[in-house]
């Protein structure tokens, strides 16, 4: 990631079944922010998230795939971003533990969702707290975890969402203060709200949500499923022929969300003009077929190969896990789970079975960083210079392992000197040059 790149991060909880105003509201403009230029986009599915609102495993299982399989049929470019399950990132629940043990409990007893469950039992007089869960009531250090764990600067969500995000800065910035040392360990990240983003009416006109039962399938049923959904869109009882105002018709804000500008202006003419309700629901139809009908067929066929979906996830996890592995290091690193002496051994042991060359960062207590190169072996390579700057740090190591390193000289003590940016990365005997250029290309 070059400096003026973009970090972008949301995710979905995998409790229900996508439906029109999850596509237009959330999806469609993420998948379109992630092809800007500039920006590194990181989407996954809120597994974990689901099991606070939903006991049935089935029910979680299915809407993992859907919600996989709509991300991917709407035309996510899986290969350009990192497209993941929170669960398959062990990384994450740990993090969401370090933040859990500096997190205010006052601070979640003010959390939106756990003040209305509250509410709610006060209303029927029994215990404040009945049937909320600690996982309910720790919601928002989960998604903190999700948040920081990338280093996000950015997160697309809805308005119900902004607390979540003032609690993640709120989080992050103490975990800051505690364990940087004078280095911000986390980004704090920005609350994104596109204006321009539609949110869409239900059939009923009242926000389409899940909680309301007004809903329109995005892909599911099929064109069929749509038609007889938009055929329970309610309307006036203005008869074909009498004037309609669009600004006022929830038929029409469905139909802009859909259509172009010039599309739009003219269904808004005909409604004007006294086209009649039979005759616009139809014309709405058309206009959400043409967008979604072509993305159907993929979405059926993703479905009916679940082990396509599966592999894509996983690659994204051990994508998602090549910025969440080395960053927990230096977490575990900060709040004192530091390795000791003897560590090296387990260290090796272990990257040996993975087979896998690594770069393991650490702080030392004089608040500096260094990290230790590992042949894919388990034997340690080298140790480099320590560093200020942690991310100046990581940024040599990532110049070195893309560097030729075929004309490095030996000096008079037959040690070499790895440079970048016309700075000392690291120094090691020359005879391990072969072994250091080998594990830096794997890394
Ligand atoms: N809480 C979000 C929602 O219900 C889902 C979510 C979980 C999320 N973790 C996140 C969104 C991290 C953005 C970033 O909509």
């Keep these: 990631m070059t400096t003026d790149q973009r970090r972008v991060l949301t995710g979905i909880t995998t409790s229900g079944t996508p439906h029109l105003g999850n596509y237009a509201g959330a999806i469609r403009p993420a998948i379109h922010s992630s092809t800007e230029p500039n920006v590194d986009a990181f989407f996954f599915l809120a597994d974990f ?3 606070i609102k939903c006991a049935d495993p089935a029910r979680v299982a299915q809407s993992r795939m859907e919600i996989a399989a709509t991300w991917i049929a709407a035309g996510l470019d899986t290969e350009r971003v990192t497209f993941y399950r929170q669960s398959d990132v062990p990384e994450i629940p740990e993090l969401c533990w370090m933040l859990t043990c500096v997190t205010a409990k006052g601070l979640m007893n003010r959390a939106h969702a756990y003040k209305a469950s509250v509410d709610a039992n006060l209303a029927k007089a029994v215990d404040p707290d009945d049937g909320v869960t600690m996982g309910l009531f720790s919601y ?3 998604m903190a975890a999700d948040i920081l764990m990338f280093n996000a600067h950015r997160v697309p969500v809805g308005r119900d969402q902004i607390q979540h995000l003032e609690m993640t800065r ?6 800051n203060h505690l364990y940087g040392g004078g280095q911000d360990l986390f980004v704090l990240p920005e609350v994104q709200i596109d204006e321009d983003v539609a949110t869409l009416p239900g059939l009923d006109g009242r926000k389409m949500s899940k909680s309301y039962n007004n809903t329109i ?9 749509l038609k007889s959904a938009v055929a329970q869109i309610v309307t006036d009882s203005r008869l074909p022929g009498e004037p309609k105002d669009a600004e006022s ?5 469905l139909y802009r969300a859909f259509a172009s500008h010039q599309q739009a202006a003219e269904f808004r003419q005909s409604l004007a003009d006294g086209l009649g309700w039979g005759d616009a629901k139809h014309a709405l139809c058309a206009c959400i077929e043409a967008q979604i009908g072509p993305m159907r067929d993929t979405y059926a066929d993703l479905m009916a190969h679940p082990a396509r979906i599966e592999d894509i996830l996983q690659a994204g996890a051990a994508k998602a896990r090549q910025t969440a592995v080395p960053f927990m290091n230096q977490l575990r690193e900060a709040v004192g789970l530091r390795q000791m002496a003897s560590a090296a051994k387990s260290t090796t042991a272990k990257s040996a079975k993975s087979g896998q060359a690594r770069l393991v960062s650490f702080r030392q207590d004089d608040g500096q960083f260094r990290q230790r190169l590992f042949a894919a072996d388990g034997t340690e390579l080298l140790l480099t210079e320590a560093f200020s700057d942690p991310k100046l740090l990581n940024q040599l190591s990532r110049q070195l392992a893309q560097a030729d390193l075929s004309d490095v000289q030996a000096d008079a003590q037959g040690q070499i000197s790895l440079q970048a940016q016309g700075q000392c990365w690291a120094r090691c005997p020359a005879d391990l040059l072969a072994q250091v250029r080998q594990a830096l290309s794997q890394i």
């Design 170 to 175: 709120d989080i992050a910035q103490r975990f």
């Design 49 to 51: 998230h689901a099991l």
């Design 217 to 225: 399938p995005l892909f599911e049923g099929g064109a069929k499923a």
């Design 140 to 142: 928002p250090v989960l």
């Design 249 to 253: 018709s929830h038929l029409y804000t």
